[in-house]
């Protein structure tokens, strides 16, 4: 079990600048889709992605930071962003 890595973000000096759009969007659209699971925060305020009790790239870095001290999530962010989505 080899464990690869995820990168974000876009690669400039793509070639084909007609494909480029095509790739752009996918991956935009798996940013949108990330949630921190415990504050609810977007892929765009999570800052870094953090490890969590539920696995890696689940909490963000408020949250995860929190949890590597403490081994425990901060209360007082739970459910932080609920309305912001
Ligand atoms: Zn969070």
């Keep these: 079990m080899k ?8 690669e400039p000096n793509k070639g084909a600048e007609e494909d480029a759009g095509k ?3 996918f991956f935009d659209l798996k940013e949108v889709l990330w949630n921190c699971l415990h504050c609810l925060c977007s892929r765009e305020d999570a ?14 870095e ?3 930071s929190y949890y590597e001290i403490h081994e425990e999530l901060p209360d007082h962010r739970l459910n932080l ?5």
């Design 3 to 10: 464990s690869s890595r995820k990168r974000y973000g876009s």
């Design 81 to 85: 962003y609920k309305y912001a989505v």
């Design 23 to 25: 790739k752009d969007e």
């Design 62 to 64: 408020s949250c995860g």
């Design 47 to 60: 800052g870094l992605i953090k490890v969590g009790p539920n696995g890696e790239e689940s909490l963000c």
